[in-house]
């Protein structure tokens, strides 16, 4: 299994795929965490302004302790992960594609432990790209953002935990799904579409329908509420109090709209993505390879 | 674990993609020591054959055996068996270099194995150069080396004389020659007997999804029998004094003159002056093994209506069908009527021709050649698949066997 590792390891350094998509990751997430820094800090400034202050004494409230930049963080954290999900999807589907999947079933005990090994890398190449996300999504929001509104070192661990992970579930959902469609081109498309079209506008129409709940359940639903709820919760936890009417805004404004607590949302995603990961595996081991 | 015999044994695979029947009912063994050559046209199912011994495609009757063992088996199976598949394999933007090193890795062959086989298949030179710009030979080369990273027992090869010059192709010979020497065991296919003739041994050939002919190449080169077509003024009066002389070998065929296998065309002349028969056209025959191999496999897309020509092999058999010379049944006087082209020269003869003329021949020799494998398996492996023929083509009948069931044919013939 060890040799396995290796040489499915070795399969994604030797190409020039890896860093052809780190670089738009880490640029990506860098330039969502500047813009979305930037924004909240606008917002920040203005509720500390002397016009805002009426209104935040009014609704009891403490602007000067939001940490209004952890919504930037699961934002730019959702965004980034698209690469390591498109990583994943060509894992398999590229080797289906260029046939090499021949000579890795023939150097392979068995079908079982090949793809095994592959799910292994691709965990770790995930935790990668998650590992970048969250360095570069750090940095941009420590660069544009009031160190007012950052959060503390648990607040952040507990975020770059969650990012590391959501990345780590994108990339074998990737997976799962390049196996079944087994097209390099048909995958990307596929998950381009879904992640950044088909489920926004469902989104929308589901939260028109005023059955917001729902969105938890499906997938960019569902990862997006792995981020957003911690984001959410570590805002709500210092932000003092906060009107009930106000929850619902603030978490639709950290993407996790419709979605449930971190580990519930991480559940759901989890059942996606092995829904996705086992089927694929399942197609590719009793695939007649010709 | 595997036996370490080296021996492939394919027993009745059979695969079924929808409709189409890929293979049927295939078996043979392919022996250590020795290059065979897996020989059929294009689409007989030869590719399909090899991926289920590799355990690439599930068979759907049937099971391949490498050392006695499944594929899947095998433990590390890159040991045991490299495979040359298709020279399409690579990632384009992955160097020969470390295309070798992933797979080096899966197989636990140190790294400098890679360069090790590089060298060995010539490529040391492009080793750092991606895979996407190599020639189709440089890809087959590459192909191979890959295949030999485990130092396998068994190298299986479909057609990898595609793409090399001849050149290439001169070195491929050598090197499988020398590898099988080793003792090691080389299944090499392939679409051309001319292409693997001088390096092969053994020979299994297929055609339809079922084995034709399974021994060695030096029986079925003995089958290049020459042959003498005579147009006598008396059939009869000839054919009688070649008896007399001992001469069986007679046939008739389609134009009326009649063929006199395994004697020269001056014994011909000398018999028939003897016998006062006038002779009117007289031409020697050569069947190559080449033709010997198209007669073998084609027919895979032959209409039924070609085994009218099972008739004249009646004239091998002098008892039942010696009569008929004098007195042809209708049937002969018909038969030019069934070829598409005029039956005007026997360079060239029609294809219904050479179908029924040279199987039986093969098929007759089978027992002779089939001893010759070091280790014959208790069971016959090639009786299965002829038995299942539901075409009815010409060869059918004599492949399943040989010499019983000749009185049968004469029989047969004597009736058509």
Known sequence: MGNLIKAEFRKTTTTGLWWGLMIPTVLLAFGWALGTGAIFKTVSDFMGSSDAEELATLLNVDPSQWQMSVFGIARSINVATIFPMIFGGLAIANEINRKTITTTFLTAPNRVSALGAKMVVYVLWGAIFGVAIVASVSIGIALTSNSGSLPDAGGWLALAGVGILSSILMTMFGVGVGALMTSVVGTTVVLLLYMLIVENGLQLVLSSQGVPEIIGFLPNGAVNGLTGSVASSLFLANAGVVPDEMVEVLRAIAGALGAFDWWLSGLIFLVWTALFFLGGWAATQRKDIT | ?416
């Open chain 2, 1 to 416: 674990m595997h036996d370490g015999t080296g021996r492939i044994v394919v027993q009745n695979l059979t695969k079924q993609f929808g409709p189409v029947a890929a293979v049927q009912n295939l078996s043979f063994t392919v022996e250590p020591g020795s290059v065979t050559g897996f020989l059929g046209p294009n689409g007989a199912g030869k590719t399909t054959t090899l991926r289920m011994l590799l355990g690439l495609v599930t068979p759907t009757a049937g099971i391949g055996l490498i050392n006695g063992r499944p594929f899947s088996q095998l433990g590390n199976p890159a040991r045991v068996v490299g495979a040359v598949l298709e020279a399409q394999g690579f990632h384009p933007k992955r160097t020969a270099r470390n295309h070798l090193r992933v797979y080096a890795a899966a197989i636990g062959v140190p790294d400098s194995r890679a360069d090790q086989v590089l060298q060995l298949v010539g490529l040391g030179a492009a080793g750092d150069r991606k895979a996407g710009g190599f020639s189709l030979g440089m890809k087959q080369r590459l192909a191979l080396a890959t295949a030999l990273l485990g130092d396998p027992q068994i190298l299986v090869l479909d057609e990898p004389a595609n793409g090399l010059d001849p050149e290439g192709i001169a070195w491929l010979r050598t090197f499988l020659q020398s590898y099988a020497r080793s003792g090691r065991t080389v299944l090499i296919s392939s679409h051309l007997l001319a292409e693997v003739e001088q390096t092969v041994d053994q020979v299994v050939i297929i055609s339809r999804g079922q084995t034709m002919y399974y021994g060695s190449l030096d029986q079925l080169r003995d089958q290049q029998q020459a042959r003498v077509l005579v147009q006598p003024s008396d059939v009869g009066a000839l054919v009688a004094a070649l008896r007399e002389d001992g001469i069986t070998g007679i046939e008739q065929v389609p134009d009326g003159r009649i063929a006199v296998s395994g004697v020269e065309a001056k014994e011909v002349a000398d018999t028939a002056l003897k016998a006062g028969v006038s002779i009117y056209g007289l031409q020697e025959e050569k069947v190559d093994l080449e033709r010997l191999f198209f007669q073998l496999t084609n027919g895979q897309y032959a209409a039924p209506g070609q085994s009218q020509y099972a008739a004249p092999v009646a004239y091998q058999q002098p008892q039942p069908g010696y009569q008929q010379f004098q007195a042809p049944p209708p049937g002969y006087q018909q038969q030019p009527q069934q070829y598409q082209t005029p039956p005007s020269g026997y360079q060239q003869p029609p294809p219904g021709y050479e179908q029924y003329q040279q199987p039986p021949q093969g098929y007759q020799q089978q027992p002779h050649g089939y001893p010759l494998a070091p280790q014959p398996p208790q069971d016959n492996p090639y009786g299965q698949p002829q038995q299942d023929n539901p075409h009815g083509s010409p060869q059918q009948p004599q492949q399943d066997n040989p010499y019983g069931r000749q009185h049968g044919q004469g029989g047969l013939g004597g009736g058509a």
